[in-house]
């Protein structure tokens, strides 16, 4: 996983999850990020994030309540059942406007049950205006001011090979 996020005894009480970078070999058997580890979150936002590669579960949300997410972008090659997306016991959520690249069979899971983006959409409510796409993540290339030193930037390029983001 690139982020496990909740501590074993003491629930969070709020997260920001912001602009991230969580990628994985295209092709390899990892999970991204999971929401809610151990005791869980109480609330908190998973916004404008990139989750690339992997073949298991790019986001897992579980003991976790009035979670919110929008803008984030989702590409795997081949992604496993739930592969994009599994909640589990959503309570409160706000899942909207987010991406999907690739998404070519049931890759979205709810509660257990297993769904196209489609029936995702009709049995959760969540990702009304949402985007999800069979074809690959443009070639995509993001420079991110360094506040800290004027002149300085953090670059991220996504150029989606066969099996590697390079």
Not at 88 to 110: D, E, H, I, L, M
Request: glycine share 12%; hydrophobic share 30%.
């Amino acid at each position: 996983r690139n982020a496990v996020i909740g501590p074993e005894s003491q629930r969070i009480a709020n997260i920001n999850i912001s602009k991230n970078h969580f990628v994985h070999r295209l092709n390899g058997n990892a999970y991204g990020v999971q929401l809610g580890y151990g005791a869980g979150i109480s609330a908190g936002t998973f916004n404008n994030n990139y989750v690339v590669g992997g073949t298991e579960a790019m986001l897992v949300m579980e003991n976790s309540t009035n979670i919110s997410g929008s803008g984030n972008k989702f590409y795997g090659s081949n992604p496993t059942i739930g592969g994009y997306v599994q909640m589990r016991s959503p309570t409160g959520y706000s899942w909207n406007n987010n991406t999907y690249y690739k998404a070519t069979s049931q890759v979205f899971a709810n509660n257990g049950s297993i769904y196209d983006f489609a029936a995702w959409k009709t049995a959760t409510g969540f990702d009304s205006n949402a985007t999800s796409t069979t074809t690959s993540m443009p070639n995509t290339v993001i420079v991110t001011p360094n506040i800290y030193e004027a002149g300085r930037a953090n670059n991220c390029f996504y150029q989606l090979g066969s099996s590697w983001i390079k």
